[in-house]
């Protein structure tokens, strides 16, 4: 008898079955595996694992290699709703983007993490509450740094996170003739042992004060620090020492708070009121790294040549710019600024993972780079435009 036969002397069902459960598909995942470091250099790798070689197999941590900043929520950019930032959290983890960087003092972003860490818990499966990462800061004022004052800090991230252990403690220090910055790191190496942290990392130290770090036996897996197209500082000492020691970057300012894009290409900023204003912090910080570079001109230029390769790939300038600067070898992963609940740009986020420059875009893009002045001349190392 044929099947179809058979479904005509079945017995009807005394009610419709309900429909299907609408399959969910699930997008290609960053942070769901855990592998060597070397797969931060991969050009087609979705994640990178940092790691440290003084602190064995439990100090590595898998990360998206494109991050979702949250400098953002600390103000400047608009009137953060904290349940709508929430469900815009949920939206770039369920889009694969499920790696989250903030800091102590970004405004509510640790807050925000922890209520969207519990919605995970309670509206997903188990297994992206194994994907999702929540890197932090500490940017202590320099002050002595006991025990019980760092293990205090620490604590007050982890109740705001509402995590057993943060993932990452990425650590700032302001001035660098107080030696504290060693004293702290030590606890905080302490407080990883103990189970609070699971890696150590820092954020806008220069390559002589990480090296000096290193010596000390303090198990760090990366450094973060201001890099794009613009500012190529980290290439220089920086990526030889992460290159001797297995540390990697994470940048921020990579598309330079949205200069690097094409709302820019073809505007003259220095006319009052002919181009996009300069209407957000990040803007105006960039802009003056824009300045010290080359001046708006030469910059024109390298828009010009970003454009053309955006063309050529079919994505957005920055897209290029960011993919450009993850495919440097010392780079694990950037940064990407999320406007929680104003605006997202989920799509042109994920094309960076799967865009693939070839060796005359990347060498087009080196060229137009090399035109401006050598910031590691004009700035000094990673960090120190915050110590001048």
Known sequence: MSSSAARALSPAPATPPPPPSPRRVRPARCAGFVGPAVESASPGARAATLASSRGGTDSSLAICRVLNGMWQTSGGW????????????LAYADAGLSTFDMADHYGPAEDLYGMFINKVRRERPPEM??????????VPPPVKMTRSFVEENINRS??????????MLQFHWWDYANPGYLDALKHIT?????????????????TERLQIILENGI??????????????????????LCDLTGVKLITYGTVMGG????????????????GPPLNTPSLQKYKRMIDAWGGWSLFQALLQTLKKVSLKHGVPISTVAVRYILNQTS??????????????????TNAILSLLLDEEDMGSITEASQRGRNLMEVIGDCGDEYRA
């Open 78 to 89: 608009g009137r953060i709703d904290r349940a709508d930032a929430v469900d815009a959290m």
């Open 129 to 138: 509450l194994e994907e999702v990462r929540g890197l932090t800061k500490w």
């Open 158 to 167: 982890r109740k705001r996170m509402d995590v057993a252990a943060l993932d």
């Open 190 to 206: 302490d407080l990883k042992e103990e189970g609070k942290i699971k890696t150590v990392a820092l954020t806008n130290f220069d």
């Open 219 to 240: 198990p760090i897996v990366s450094n973060q620090v201001q890099h794009s197209i613009v500012d190529m500082r980290p290439q220089k000492k920086m990526a030889e």
């Open 259 to 274: 200069l690097l894009s094409e709302k820019f290409l073809d505007t003259n900023i220095n006319i009052p009121f002919a």
């Open 331 to 348: 780079v694990a992963g950037s940064m990407v600024g999320v406007r929680l609940g104003l605006s997202e740009h989920i799509r042109d």
